[in-house]
């Protein structure tokens, strides 16, 4: 079982720079893949950005590639999400997930087991 808490969301202008944070419980992190995904209202939840368990893959959305950036430190299990370049349409809910069984991270959200409660970003114009 891993329990995943997200920080660090807010509001932001349009331009600004947020870190995420993903605290997860449990002492098998480091063999998860862990991905990012965001819900906007209206919308369906999307994904934003993966991650491998040692960390030496990511794969990003086409909508975030070049402005965000995951990464993830297994000695305090956690990961991060660095949002730069913000822009209004990246305002939503960001939830961050655990998947057990896949070394490099899914873009899929059905393949992930285990979820936060999600953070909400709200980026102004």
């Known amino acids: 079982q891993v329990q995943l808490e997200e920080s660090g969301g807010g509001l932001v202008q349009a331009g600004g720079s947020l870190r995420l944070s993903c605290a997860a419980s449990?002492?098998?992190?480091?063999?998860?893949?862990m991905g990012w995904f965001r819900q906007a209202p209206g919308k369906e939840r999307e994904f934003v950005a993966c991650?491998?368990?040692?960390?030496?893959?990511?794969r990003y959305s086409d909508s975030v590639k070049g402005r965000f950036t995951i990464s993830r430190d297994n000695a305090k299990n956690t990961v991060y999400l660095y949002m730069n370049s913000l822009k209004p349409e990246d305002t939503a809910v960001y939830y961050c997930?655990?998947?057990?069984?896949?070394?490099?991270?899914?873009?899929?959200?059905?393949?992930?087991?285990?979820w936060g409660q999600g953070t909400q970003v709200t980026v102004s114009s």
């Open positions: 997930a655990a998947d057990p069984y896949d070394y490099t991270g899914s873009s899929f959200a059905e393949d992930y087991d285990y």
């Open positions: 991650i491998s368990w040692g960390g030496g893959r990511t």
């Open positions: 449990g002492r098998t992190f480091s063999t998860y893949a």
